[in-house]
């Protein structure tokens, strides 16, 4: 009987799309999706009375209510705009590297307009997409040629297939990485058909060992940037130099899957040695592979650069038909590279000017956020504090950066709480959560993204605050 009497203040739906709140959405949406939205509502609420949950007959406006809330967290999209405060440059969840704006502007140039995409435009006959890029690649490497696919795991099994396919490679067993998202060189290499011959231990790979593994049917010498991951202690691993020796030798081509694959020494900026993209191709190696959105600090790509005998092969194999890359990646690729030929690319390029900002700059962003935030009389203990940021992207394991960050410890609700409700807003706000405090490091929050970061904190921090 009570459980009728309840199941009865139910609304119907036609009543609810008569509510003032929802003609918006009804003039701009279809009535179908509308109609769909507030259904789900009403289905809720009557499992919720069926199972107990609810004792109490509705109110009609507390379902309107709901029916609103639904609709406009369907259209809140997605895939969202995030304020980084992670510290973490190359954040792969937050779409790793972030395009300057001159990309940017490229993208918006030939997407909503046609472009000679692959239109010769002097001679007016078919050209060739990755004709946009390989100038500038070459230039910038000392490629002979080069060749851009979809992302570098792509890059590595077109180029594995198109050179050692039924043949095999030899690899050192300290190489043998997972990088994320099930990227195992093992498995690349079987999809790729080529047949992976292991050399050496974990910790310890020589060049005899390179050699005695190489037979009749030794197709490729590969070096893989071991990344997100380190060995340390007792460990040895090939010279580049010395592996192109060997190479040459024997007459089987080298190749290495840089990942990251820096064009620029970050030395001078605290970061440890690694050979960049130039440096491995001027010591001789065939072919280089690496990413378009880690350190190059452009859109997501898979780079090919080498030797010509090799890459010209590669643009003739069936794979890179299904692997190429579209428009909008030439574009923001293009815009990325031109870049790095500009006098001061170190800071047109955000995620070098990111990885490369002197701490004090960092501190000048932290102490404007702070003054905002003490100014503001929030409920909570805060303060500014020296902190240690991230490349991220599977550079640079364990490398860590001095920064500066805003630490909150709220007075009325608890740090999770915090750093959820910031975390749902539109843009988004992530920070780290270290000692039960929110931090917010400054080396990855941009200038005009403070006043942001204060009127969220400020809107969540005082919400709360009975
Ligand atoms: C990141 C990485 C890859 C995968 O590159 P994606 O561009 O993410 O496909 C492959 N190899 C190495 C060594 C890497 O660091």
């Not at 405090?437 to 709360?464: A, M, N, P, S, W």
Request: charged share 30%; glycine share 8%; proline share 4%.
């Amino acid at each position: 009987m009570a459980l009728e009497k309840l199941l009865r203040s139910i609304p119907k739906v036609d009543e609810i799309l008569k509510a003032p709140e929802l003609q918006d959405h009804l003039n701009r949406y279809q009535r179908e999706i509308i109609t769909r939205k507030v259904r789900e509502v009403l289905d809720e609420l009557r499992s919720e009375i069926v199972s107990g949950q609810r004792q109490k007959p509705l109110e009609f406006q507390e379902v309107v209510n709901l029916a609103q809330r639904k609709i406009e967290s369907f259209f809140l999209p997605p895939y969202r705009r995030v304020v980084n405060g992670t510290g973490v440059v190359l954040h792969t969840n937050l779409g790793r590297a972030l395009l300057a704006p001159e990309a940017v502007e490229a993208l918006r140039k030939v997407s909503g307009s046609y472009g000679n995409l692959e239109l010769d435009l002097k001679t007016g006959k078919r050209g060739s997409r990755y004709d946009h890029v390989v100038e500038y690649l070459c230039e910038l490497t000392g490629a002979e040629d080069a060749l851009v696919v979809n992302n570098n795991a792509s890059a590595v099994i077109l180029a594995l297939s198109s050179m050692a396919s039924g043949k095999e490679v030899i690899v050192s067993r300290g190489q043998l990485v997972e990088i994320g998202g099930a990227f195992r060189i093992p498995e690349i290499m079987e999809r790729s058909g080529a047949i992976l011959k292991e050399v050496g231990t974990t910790n310890k790979t020589r060049l005899d060992d390179y050699r005695a593994a190489i037979n009749d049917n030794t197709g490729l010498l590969l070096g893989v940037h071991t990344s997100n991951y380190r060995i340390i202690g007792f460990t040895q691993s090939v010279e580049i130099a010395d592996l192109v020796q060997l190479g040459r030798d024997k007459g089987i081509p080298v190749m290495w899957d840089l990942g990251s694959g820096s064009l620029v020494d970050l030395t001078p900026y605290g970061l440890p040695n690694e050979p960049t993209v130039q440096e491995v191709l001027a010591a001789g190696v065939d072919v280089v592979t690496f990413s378009g959105d880690k350190l190059l600090g452009g859109p997501q790509a898979g780079i090919i650069a080498g030797k010509k005998e090799f890459i010209s092969r590669m643009k003739k194999h069936p794979l890179t038909r299904a692997i190429r890359i579209d428009k909008m990646t030439v574009a923001a690729l293009q815009a990325t590279l031109m870049l790095y030929f500009e006098r001061d690319f170190l800071t047109k390029i955000p995620v070098l000017r990111m990885l490369t900002e002197p701490p004090e700059k960092i501190k000048k962003r932290a102490q404007k956020l702070y003054r905002k935030l003490i100014r503001a009389k929030l409920p909570a203990e805060i303060s500014l504090d020296k902190g240690k940021s991230e490349v991220g992207g599977g550079a640079f394991p364990g490398t860590y950066l001095s920064s500066y960050v805003i630490k909150i410890n709220p007075h009325h609700l608890s740090v999770e709480k915090l750093a959820k409700a910031v975390r749902e807003e539109n843009p988004a706000l992530l920070g780290r959560i270290e000692d039960d405090k929110f931090i917010i490091d400054l080396r990855t929050v941009q200038e005009e993204e403070i006043d942001y970061c204060q009127k969220l904190l400020e809107k969540h921090l005082v919400g709360d605050r009975k």
